[in-house]
């Protein structure tokens, strides 16, 4: 019955389908990731650039601020560690292999609400890699060039040498693939993951700590995973 | 069918008029639309990159997106209590009940349609469902980042796809509005031309509005109640997005 007195005539399929539609929506919050997942590996046709520009799928989503990425050459590429340092360093990746080696497992949080847990991070921490160069005792900060311009970001002395900061050279056992900043990225998991700048080239020893690409921008500088942007 | 779609366009009328919706569902309507957009616009800058780095406030964006979606949920709420709850159950029944006309309609059969067709009531089943989905992965993503461990594996992809989904059919909807000046027009101010309605919509029969009853006393302190804590809510939280 309804309120003029009338019978309601036909079927309640849409409120059939409401209830139908809610309860498969809620249902993917467990399973929908891995589903968005396998639809974005059948995109991969889909030029770089595009795929950069519009995220898709549950874990990694690869943010390009200057598509297309660079493009790592073993024998060219080298880590150039200067600023306030007493012996700048130019590093060959071959150079970097060499370097006391460090592992980890680690999760990584992205400031747009998704999560890839358990990451397998191979690399150096931030110490062994700057006793060649002797940081000077004015030294606050490294800020990260990134071969992507004109992305830099920037740690304190005091973040880098967290015993869980690295720069990684290889994640999940295999050496960084391009997507994921190869040759070498900042690894800085008690951080938001626009810290952690890919396709490194250059570290500057600093006096002061100064905005990165996103802080400029107006996201927060101590990019704590939980305390900061907004919390 | 097909006039529904286009040939209406152009039917606009100075002759009688009949009413298709009272004030309570039109501010239900643009309630829904503005929140929508609003969301919509500051969501995008949210989730993609390009976008970010041009407009490039994301405190201001957050702040915004957050405030919207409660002053949304709190007039929605409001609505449902202080409204004509008479017409908008009428015209929940006649959004969410099919008749073998309607399926006929839908397989693109010529079918004599009541008050709404039956794509217009597919439309509204969806977005109904969709805008519970949004609140839903919505306040997960923003439990995520005071602890990780509400970050579901599906939480992303859910508010992901509702945002296509809806982006999708809120498009749609537009295009069939302006495509649709008599529709439109029944939307912006309640009434359509009755030629129109007898030739689009021939099974229905505009009844006289339903009588509203005013809201009693204990809806009102239910009201007061939820107006205080939606407004506290969205000051918070833009306070707290905005740093």
Redesign the interface.
């Known amino acids: 019955m ?3 007195g009338s019978e ?8 059939r ?2 209830f139908a ?2 309860g498969a ?2 249902s ?9 997942d396998l639809a974005s590996k059948s995109t991969l046709i889909v030029p770089e650039p595009l795929r ?7 874990g990694w989503r690869i ?3 200057n598509p297309p990425y660079p493009r790592f050459d073993p024998l060219g590429w080298r880590l150039r560690i200067e600023g306030l340092v007493a012996r700048p360093q130019t590093l060959t990746y071959a150079e970097l292999l060499a370097l006391p080696q460090a592992d980890q497992t680690s ?1 990584f ?1 992205c ?5 890839v847990e358990g990451v397998r991070w191979r690399g150096v921490r931030f110490a062994d890699l700057l006793a060649a160069a002797a940081p000077l005792p004015a030294a606050r900060a490294l800020a990260f060039v990134s071969a992507e311009r004109p992305y830099v970001d920037t740690l304190t002395l005091g973040q880098a040498l967290a015993p869980d900061a690295m720069l990684a050279h290889a994640m999940d056992d295999r050496p960084l693939t391009r997507p994921h900043g190869a040759p070498a990225r900042v690894v800085m998991p008690r951080m938001y993951g626009y810290k952690g700048v890919k396709w490194l080239e250059r570290i500057v020893v600093t006096d002061r700590v100064a905005d990165g690409f ?1 802080e ?5 500088r101590d990019a704590w ?2 305390g900061s ?3 | 069918m097909t006039a529904t779609r286009g040939s209406a366009a152009r039917m606009v009328s100075d002759g009688p008029r009949v009413v298709r919706f009272g004030r309570t569902e039109r501010t239900l309507h643009w309630v829904h639309a503005s929140s929508f957009l609003a969301m919509f616009a500051t969501g995008l800058v949210l989730y993609l990159p390009l976008l970010a780095q041009v407009l490039s406030d994301r405190p201001l964006m957050k702040a915004l997106h957050l405030v919207a979606a409660t002053v949304w949920l709190t007039a929605l709420a409001l609505i449902a209590l202080l409204g004509n709850r008479r017409a908008l159950r009428r015209t929940r029944r006649d959004l969410e009940r099919f008749t073998a006309d309607d399926l006929r309609w839908l397989r693109r059969q010529p079918a004599p349609q009541g008050r709404f067709n039956a794509g217009q009531k597919a439309h509204a089943s969806v977005q109904a469902a969709l805008a519970v989905l949004f609140t839903v992965s919505g306040a997960l993503l923003w439990l995520g980042e005071r602890n990780t461990d509400f970050r579901l594996p599906g939480t992303i992809a859910l508010h992901d796809v509702a945002m296509f989904a809806g982006g999708a059919l809120v498009a749609g909807h537009i295009v069939m509005a302006f495509a649709t000046r008599p529709a439109l027009e029944g939307m912006l101010h309640g009434t359509v031309p009755a030629d129109w309605a007898a030739e689009n919509h021939a099974k229905w029969t505009p009844a006289p509005p339903a009588p509203h009853a005013p809201a009693g006393i204990v809806r009102i302190a239910l009201a007061i109640t939820v107006a205080t804590a939606g407004l506290t809510g969205a000051l918070l939280l833009a306070g707290d997005a905005l740093g």
């Open positions: 309804t309120d003029d309601p005539e036909g079927r309640p399929l849409g409120r389908a409401f539609l809610v929506g809620l993917s919050l467990a399973w929908g990731g891995s589903a968005l950069a520009a519009i995220p898709v799928g549950q943010y390009a601020v999760d949080h400031v747009t609400g998704w999560s996103w400029q921008r107006g996201y927060d995973v939980g942007n907004g919390l």
